[in-house]
């Protein structure tokens, strides 16, 4: 939902007129760029709303959670068209019941919740998809939040990017960009502990984490230092090194708590292993 200063939302309802709309009534339509608590609403494009969910490769497994939901436009094509679970969750109590209404009348009531409340406010930890359209300044506001999602989170925003929070792709309507596509990282700051790296017992790598990439420094053996630099996506971890024989190699694994477990790329059925130093 697309947001705009309540100053300017203000200006909009004296030009286009009070509308004699009555809460919570079956006659309740939304006024396009109508003002609300922080940011007027905007409903998504049809093909947009499409795109979103599949650059978000939404399934039936999923928890979709539209952060300010209009209408309920996300949620409903999220259930009757993907098959996910969906809570939409909406500030304004107008638009809450409509979009209940029409959960109801698209047949998916049963799939997709309307929350009446502030996405500041609520807890929507448990969404596997985050979905919004919202200002580039709300979503730096919620990146904290993201970023404490589960690692693999998907997040998609329409029109608006995450400050310095670089997308993991870019959205396409029209061919033209229309939205960001982001996945939580794993939190792997800190020093590591590896072992199973070839030629070396023990490898030391000290990471500095930003968002999704992140740089390090290696000491193998406690006296050979490299500077690598390396890649999150979700919980999957990657960063490209050379070995003792000065070969380029790839590590790949996963992060889990204070432990990653992988491979390396070039060697099949090597193991390696990392546990994160206190």
């Not at 922080?38 to 399934?59: F, G, I, K, Y």
């Not at 609520?122 to 919004?132: G, M, N, Q």
């Not at 090194?241 to 060697?267: C, E, L, M, W, Y």
Request: with cysteine; aromatic share 8%; glycine share 8%.
């Amino acid at each position: 939902m697309l947001r705009v200063s309540v100053a300017a939302s203000l200006l909009i309802g004296l030009l286009s007129g009070c509308a004699t709309q009555h809460a919570g009534t079956e006659r309740y339509q939304p006024l396009m760029a109508q003002g609300g608590k922080d940011v007027m609403w905007m409903p998504t494009a049809n093909n947009l709303v499409t795109e979103m969910l599949e650059a978000a490769q939404v399934t039936s497994t999923d928890v979709v959670v539209d952060l300010g939901a209009g209408d309920g436009k996300i949620p409903i094509e999220a259930a009757r068209r993907f098959g996910a679970r969906a809570v939409g969750i909406e500030f304004n109590p107008d638009l809450a019941a409509l979009a209940r209404r029409n959960a109801q009348q698209a047949g998916v009531s049963d799939r997709v919740t309307i929350v009446t409340g502030d996405i500041f406010q609520e807890d929507f930890s448990h969404a596997t998809v985050v979905t919004l359209y919202l200002l580039t300044q709300l979503n730096i506001k919620l990146k904290p939040t993201l970023l404490a999602m589960k690692p693999g989170t998907r997040i998609v925003s329409n029109t608006f990017a995450m400050g310095s929070w670089e997308p993991d792709a870019t959205i396409l309507a029209d061919g033209e960009v229309s939205g960001f596509f982001w996945v939580v990282p794993a939190k792997v700051e800190g020093t590591w502990a590896f072992t199973g790296f070839p030629g070396w017992p023990e490898a030391q790598v000290r990471i500095k984490q930003k968002s999704q990439k992140f740089d390090a420094d290696m000491v193998l053996d406690q006296t050979l230092s490299r500077r690598i630099e390396g890649h999150l996506r979700g919980a999957q971890i990657s960063f490209d090194f050379k070995d003792d024989r000065d070969q380029p190699q790839t590590f790949v694994g996963i992060v889990s708590a204070n432990k990653i477990h992988g491979t390396i790329k070039q060697i099949p059925g090597s193991v390696v292993i990392a546990t994160k130093e206190q």
